[in-house]
């Protein structure tokens, strides 16, 4: 969709979102989401679930639409940049080109445990710098919502455990940190749409790709995959994001409210990623895929052709060595 085409669809209140009454559409906050409305197996959801439960509480209309219904990533965030939408979880290419701090956060086999990644989240100003970055794109950063266990690898057909099984298989990406992967491994890829990947699997277009463990059985690919080899090469996020033009027009108490509400979110989303870790495997076993576990020397290869990820146009200097710099302050000394 253009933004000519975007824009005709958005305007004069029917907005595309739904054929709902325009008055009730006008006052609520509209929820822009690309994954399934399912709080058991889906962490965003689990985040913008008990986010809009403390948000209906306190008598604030919400909608949220689900599976990309308003709209691939690019839209829904220049929605959000609009004002049309007020609410929207994204993935880090969307505004990793306007934050490089954002974008320093694409490397993998960097932060070790999501008790890692939190400590981060609460204990730097990673959300308030990427936020100050995104401002004037009308972006504010909320949250990092966690959405499945550490990423690993999951392939149809063939165990991998080592670089060269991944070589003789056809890896699907999508983002430029993925096509920056693909260099520094030495391996083929195909762009695929996340909605078109159950196909090309099947179709032999490709043979992998990389995701948390929960992300198989959620989107019904146990019928197309085989295994999933635990990389476990970082904690497997989702960026909530709001419109800071619908911000703009809130009284103070109603941001005190939304800021209650966005606390809701976090502590949701944190329990349920303790629960999901502990069920994950077990999960993939019910649905056919067979789970690998690596050696310490194994996943070291995966690791070592991971620092060799060649820069990209989005990448600075200063951005990544401040990101370094608070991964290390952060990490454990027993880890």
Not at 210 to 231: K, R, W
Not at 285 to 297: A, H, K, R, T, Y
Request: with cysteine; glycine share 8%.
């Amino acid at each position: 969709m253009n933004r000519r085409d975007l824009l005709l669809a958005l305007g004069g209140g029917g907005l595309m979102l739904s054929a709902c009454d325009n008055a009730e559409l006008e006052h609520a906050i509209k929820i822009g989401m690309s994954t399934p409305a399912n709080a058991t197996h889906n962490g965003v959801y689990a985040w913008i679930g008990a986010c809009v439960e403390a948000l209906r509480a306190q008598n604030w209309p919400v909608r949220i639409y689900p599976n990309s219904s308003i709209g691939n990533e690019r839209d829904r965030v220049y929605q959000t940049q609009l004002g049309l939408l007020e609410i929207n979880e994204t993935g880090g290419d969307e505004i990793g080109r306007w934050s490089p701090l954002a974008h320093a956060s694409a490397r993998p086999f960097l932060i070790n445990s999501y008790d890692h990644m939190n400590r981060f989240l609460a204990d730097t100003p990673y959300l308030e710098q990427v936020s100050r970055d995104l401002d004037r794109h009308g972006l504010r950063l909320i949250d990092v919502a966690h959405t499945g266990s550490m990423v690993g690898l999951f392939t149809r057909g063939t165990p991998v455990r080592t670089m060269a099984d991944l070589r003789r298989l056809r890896l699907r990406v999508l983002s430029s940190a993925d096509f920056s992967l693909l260099q520094a491994w030495k391996v083929r890829g195909v762009q695929v749409a996340w909605e078109e990947v159950a196909q090309a699997l099947q179709s032999g277009m490709v043979d992998a790709y990389l995701n948390p463990p929960n992300i198989a059985p959620m989107f019904g690919h146990g019928s197309v995959l085989d295994y999933f080899t635990d990389l476990r090469m970082g904690p497997a996020g989702r960026f909530i994001v709001v419109s800071t033009k619908w911000l703009a027009q809130l009284s103070g108490d109603q941001r005190q409210a939304l800021e209650t509400a966005f606390a809701a979110g976090r502590s949701a989303n944190r329990a349920w990623i303790n629960e999901t870790i502990s069920r994950d495997r077990i999960r993939l076993e019910q649905v056919g895929i067979e789970w690998i576990d690596l050696s310490d020397e194994q996943r070291g290869e995966w690791m070592r052709a991971s620092a060799a990820i060649p820069p990209s146009r989005w990448d600075h200097p200063d951005a990544t060595a401040l990101y370094n710099r608070w991964i290390e302050q952060t990490r454990e000394t027993s880890q």
